[in-house]
């Protein structure tokens, strides 16, 4: 068969550009992933076993376990740290609230340059801002359907 | 100066490249050329309190440093093309703004230097000056901060991202002087090859320089052995492969002495770098550093320089536009 010409339209081109492009390491990306994001709701699991140890009842023992996730990836990425985690964890990181709390400190570390109104106030939720208003959203369209149905 | 060809001009008096400097950043220190660029910073800020103030210092530095090799005093210097990739080419004009030189802002994306040598030899060549000085730049944290993600976002990047050179480089050109030369000039066409994906720009700007390289020979009436190397600006691992590729298609095999500048600034294996080097300051560094050096040793005779760019910015991609590419060659010899 002859081989089709890269030159000959935008499509023939993006198949050639698409052979030749190596795609992203999946199975390792996924294996990466799985440690990490484990390792991460264990540690969650840690501190609500911890907490109830003490004493604190389940609720409060969930927000521990959230504030405590939120402390420690805000922290890690403030150090310059949590980037190079995520970097080989990828989704691993990023899913938990870890990944959510990173993508508000980042921008604000980024554009605290330009000052802590259009800077940091402005700028904080350009990464998690769509995470907040459709999952917002998500979750008024599911309350509103539990309240009418269920 | 007159016209060969469709696009090409043939300069009619000699411009000579008198003398280069760049400034590179950590990463770049780190790669395989560390030892042919004049200034290595540690510090990504140097010593600044952003990106950009960070990045306009490296062009100051390097405009000053390659003034003070060539032994020429400022005010020899009769005008000024620079250029960058922050909006509004900031980095040049407040890099630039003490030197008190006329100056015209210029933007190729990333073929931006050959760009201002471009121009900077027409302006030669046509008696308009006597010196010029061609500086450029690009920063990765600024650049990163203006294009894509911030910097301590916890996120993956594509096989086929390129890692945007933090450096500057710069050149004087002048009519007397002992060469390299500036010979033949070939501006490019914007090409738009249809890619959408901003993680695969080298795919994107392969298109226009495989037109700005069979337009090249076509005009000349040379062949790629004519030259002893031909260097392109940042199309990286992806870029360089479907140019060597397209390049022998079109029956100008490039093969056996054609690099690219992205994949030689640093070790994709030791640096994950994914495609190679990229932005304004890769070909201006790896040219004024190494190339240059090259040439000045005879170790290079004549070669045929491409950058490329890819226009595009952060909106256009959102609003799902193509990438268009831009490619400018210039040949030099000795």
């Known amino acids: 068969m002859e081989k089709p010409n890269p030159l000959e339209s935008n499509q023939a081109y993006q198949d050639y550009v698409d052979q030749k492009t190596p795609n992203s390491p999946i199975l390792k990306n996924c294996f990466f992933a799985f440690c990490v994001g484990g390792f991460i709701c264990s540690l969650g699991q840690v501190i609500f076993e911890y907490a109830q140890s003490r004493g604190v009842d389940e609720t409060t023992c969930y927000t521990i376990v959230s504030v405590s996730l939120i402390f420690l990836s805000s922290f890690l990425t403030a150090l310059n740290v949590f980037n190079r985690i995520g970097k080989f964890a990828g989704a691993g990181s990023l899913v938990p609230i870890t990944g959510f709390a990173n993508s508000i400190v980042s921008p604000a570390m980024e554009y605290k340059s330009e000052g802590y109104i259009m800077g940091v106030g402005a700028k904080m939720f350009t990464v998690a801002g769509p995470v907040l208003v459709y999952g917002i959203s998500t979750s008024i369209l599911v309350g509103m359907i539990a309240l009418l149905f269920i | 100066m007159k016209k060969i060809g469709t696009q090409s001009y043939q300069l009619e008096h000699n411009v000579s490249i008198l003398e280069t400097a760049c400034i590179v950043g950590p990463k770049e220190k780190d790669g395989p050329l560390a030892s042919y660029f004049d200034k290595c910073i540690e510090d990504e800020f140097w010593g600044e309190e952003t990106w950009e103030k960070a990045e306009s210092k490296f062009v100051k530095e390097t ?6 090799k060539s032994g020429l005093a400022v005010k020899d210097i009769d005008m000024c093309f620079a250029g960058d990739l922050i909006n509004q080419c900031i980095s040049s004009s407040f890099g630039l703004r003490d030197l008190n030189i006329p100056f015209f802002g210029i933007f190729g994306a990333c073929s931006t230097f050959v760009e201002s040598n471009l121009l900077g030899s027409i302006m030669i060549d046509g008696g308009f000056a006597n010196h010029v000085l061609c500086a450029c ?8 901060k203006q294009f894509r993600f911030p910097l301590e976002l916890g996120n993956q990047r594509p096989p086929s991202s390129q890692w945007t050179v933090t450096a500057a480089g710069s ?12 010979k033949i000039l070939t501006p490019g066409k914007i090409v738009d090859m249809g890619i959408k994906d901003a993680a695969n720009m080298g795919a994107a700007m392969a298109g226009a320089a495989l037109d700005t390289l069979c337009t090249h020979f076509r005009d000349t009436g040379r062949m790629p052995n004519y030259y002893d190397a031909i260097f392109t600006g940042d199309l990286g691992y992806i870029g360089k492969d479907i140019l060597i590729d397209l390049s022998l298609q079109q029956g100008f095999p490039i093969g056996d002495h054609y690099e690219d500048c992205g994949v030689l600034i640093f070790d994709k294996a ?15 560094s790896v040219f004024s550093g190494y190339i240059y050096h090259q040439m000045r040793s005879q170790h290079y005779q004549k070669i045929l320089l491409i950058a490329t760019g890819a226009l595009t910015n952060a909106l256009t991609s959102q609003q799902g536009e ?10 030099i010899e000795i």
């Open chain 2, 63 to 68: 405009a000053e440093l390659v003034i003070h």
């Open chain 2, 137 to 144: 730049s690009s920063h990765f944290c600024s650049a990163e």
């Open chain 2, 171 to 182: 050149t004087i050109l002048t009519k007397a002087g002992n060469g390299p030369f500036i």
């Open chain 2, 270 to 284: 030791k640096q994950d770098t994914h495609s190679g080097g990229s932005g304004c300051g890769c070909i201006a």
């Open chain 2, 322 to 331: 193509s990438i268009p590419g831009i490619a400018h060659a210039i040949s």
